[in-house]
């Protein structure tokens, strides 16, 4: 209890530092009559940084955007769990950090329909998973410490933006098997569902790898899309014996938030599973998102769901479910907070995890906290049944206090 009250008054202190540090830079040289209305500008500014003198704007103007996010997470596990963790209760941090640099090269005076997409990653911290001992990852920042090039690609998009053609270093997930509602939580499995990435290496966060996809979109709100990925993205190359993989989506999206999708992928590697041996895997996964009510406030009350699939003789989790409801501008006067309700099940093969209970069920409950244009705060709460899949672990409860600054 004396270390919780101890993180709690550090976490307080740092939130301190920064909003007074803010306030300080925002009113320097400022004379009283306009202290506040500086004070309300930073908070108003695409990001902390401010505008660099116009200079962003006018950059932007010509087609160079340049975005950069830190985010830091303290996560916690209240309960300690000794059967598929190392029986503590610790509190770490962990770091990751994005900057994005974008080149519009119509914008920029050079041809129409092209874009050029660097992102650089940075991860720092230690696995809050040690911990808590799920398959799942209740944490999706979670990553080795790194500094790398996480995506370097191009896009040009042809006959009035109906068909586009991407390639280079790429992200799957950005594109492929998401759901924007699940986006909210802080749980690795509202990303992607590990009905994929539990079972191959997929071109998704920490390492994306190379890959190719073009996207077709015959009519307003209905598109078709696919890729090739190299098979390993931890080696960045088309290598013997990596195989690779294919993925396709199909899905229809109405207004801002539905969105109904259906995806199909294919590993080429060898497979060797419970002692048998296969040519490849694959699977199928459908997505959906549906807004159910909108207010007058701009408040808005939506669900979501998500279905994976993967042969079950061949894979460590065969079957995946995610549902949720996400809500927003809930709270009067604080129309941009979100808040979310979720459940994520992961169904494994008894030969996996050694266990004759075969699924792992993760509640979480987030709340995120739009304090400035630049700045979200987001606690997230999770209780994470039969963590790693095995029954007689203990239900494990485990918290997470994020925050994201916008430079």
């Known amino acids: 209890m004396g270390e919780m009250n101890h993180v709690r008054k550090a976490q307080h202190d740092l939130l301190k530092k920064i909003t007074m540090g803010l306030a300080a830079t925002a009113m320097l040289g400022a004379t009283p009559a306009t202290a506040a209305e500086r004070f309300d500008e930073l908070l108003g500014a695409p990001g902390i940084t401010g505008g660099w003198g116009g200079q962003r704007e006018a950059m932007e103007a010509s087609g160079l955007t340049i975005e950069g996010v830190y985010t830091g997470e303290f996560a916690r596990n209240f309960t300690a769990n000794p059967v598929t963790a190392n029986g503590q ?25 092209g874009t050029l997409h660097v992102y650089g990653l940075g991860n720092t911290g230690s696995n809050p998973t040690t911990y808590t001992g799920d398959l799942q990852g209740y944490s999706n920042i979670e990553a080795p410490n790194q500094y790398i ?8 998009v042809f006959a009035d933006g109906m068909v586009s053609i991407l390639g280079g270093l790429h992200d799957l997930n950005s594109e492929f098997y998401a759901s924007e509602y699940g986006g909210l939580f802080l749980n690795s499995s509202f990303g992607i569902g590990p009905d994929m990435t539990g079972n191959i290496a997929a071109s998704i966060f920490p390492k994306a790898g190379l890959g190719a996809r073009l996207r077709v979109e015959p009519m307003d709100g209905v598109y078709v899309q696919a890729a090739i990925y190299d098979g390993d993205p931890a080696t960045r190359g088309f290598k013997a014996g990596e195989g690779n993989m294919v993925i396709t989506e199909a899905g229809f999206t109405s207004g801002e938030t539905n969105a109904y999708k259906i995806g199909y992928w294919q590993h080429s590697a060898n497979v ?9 895997n694959y699977g199928l996964y459908g997505v959906v998102d549906q807004q159910l009510m909108q207010f007058d406030s701009g408040a808005a009350i939506g669900v979501f769901g998500q279905y994976g699939y993967s042969p079950k003789a061949r894979n460590q989790i065969y079957t995946y479910i995610g549902a949720g409801v996400h809500m927003k501008g809930i709270v009067p006067t604080r129309g941009d907070d979100e808040f979310g309700v979720g459940m994520a099940r992961a169904d494994f093969h008894a030969d996996a995890v050694g266990s004759t209970k ?35 672990a203990p239900r494990v409860k485990a918290g997470l206090l994020r925050f994201e600054v916008s430079l």
């Open 89 to 113: 209760v610790k509190t770490v941090y962990q770091t990751n950090m994005d900057l994005v640099i974008e080149l519009d090269t119509e914008k920029a005076g050079m041809w129409p329909g």
């Open 149 to 156: 090039i996480y995506e370097a690609w191009y896009q040009q």
């Open 272 to 280: 060797t599973f419970a002692g048998q041996n296969f040519s490849k």
């Open 358 to 392: 075969v699924s792992e069920t993760t509640y979480e409950f987030t709340y995120r906290i739009q304090a400035a244009a630049w700045l979200a705060i987001q606690p997230s709460f999770q209780v994470i049944q039969n963590p790693g899949g095995d029954p007689t």
